[in-house]
C-alpha cells in the first residue's frame, strides 16, 4: 500500500489528468493514452509537496448526499441569477456577509469556500481564520441571516459530518 501511495500520491487528480489530457486531444490512441498515463503520473508525483493532508472522510454517504445537493443548488441558483439579472437591476440586494464558521480543519473551511463559489450568485472572497469567518459576496442578500442559515444547514454541517470535525 506505501509503494501505491507513493507512486500515486493523489489518485483522484491522476485520473483527472488523464481525463482531461484524452478529452483535449480530440482523439484516443496509443500514443495519447501512454503520453496522458505518464503526465498522471507525473504531475502529481512532482507537486506532492504542494498539497495539505486532506482529513478522512468518516461518512462516505454523506459525502454521496452533499454532493447531490450541490449540484442541484447549482441548478436552481443559475435559474434564479439569470431571472435576477433579466429583471430590473434595482431590485437586487448585492452585500458582503459574515458567516460564521464551526469548522475546525483548514482544508474543509476550504471546501467550504469553493462549494460557495460554485453556487451562482455567491462567491467566498475571504477566510478569516483567527476569527473563524468566511467573508460571502452575495449578489442578492435581502436576508442575510436567512442566507447565513443557509450556508451552515446545506454546506457546513454536512462537512462537518463527513469529515468529523
Not at 493532508?53 to 461518512?59: E, N
Not at 469556500?113 to 455567491?122: D, E, F, H
Not at 477566510?127 to 442566507?147: F, K, M, N
Request: with cysteine; glycine share 6%.
Amino acid at each position: 500500500m506505501r509503494l501505491v501511495r507513493r507512486l500515486l500520491p493523489q489518485p483522484v487528480v491522476s485520473v483527472a489528468i488523464l481525463c482531461l489530457w484524452l478529452g483535449l486531444a480530440g482523439h484516443v490512441s496509443v500514443g495519447q493514452i501512454l503520453l496522458g498515463t505518464l503526465l498522471a503520473l507525473l504531475i502529481p508525483f512532482l507537486t506532492r509537496s504542494f498539497w495539505p493532508d486532506p482529513p478522512r472522510i468518516a461518512r462516505p454517504l454523506v459525502g454521496a448526499r452533499l454532493a447531490a445537493t450541490v449540484l442541484f443548488d447549482i441548478v436552481v441558483a443559475n435559474w434564479e441569477v439569470a431571472r435576477r439579472v433579466l429583471g430590473p437591476i434595482d431590485r437586487l440586494h448585492p452585500s458582503f456577509i459574515e458567516v460564521p464558521l464551526d469548522l475546525t480543519d483548514e482544508f474543509v473551511a476550504t471546501m467550504l469556500g469553493s462549494i460557495v463559489s460554485l453556487t451562482p450568485g455567491t462567491v467566498s472572497v475571504d477566510i478569516d481564520r483567527e476569527r473563524g469567518l468566511l467573508l460571502v459576496h452575495a449578489l442578492d442578500a435581502e436576508d442575510s441571516q436567512a442566507l447565513i442559515r443557509t450556508i451552515k444547514a446545506r454546506y457546513e454541517a454536512p462537512l462537518k459530518e463527513l469529515f468529523q470535525c
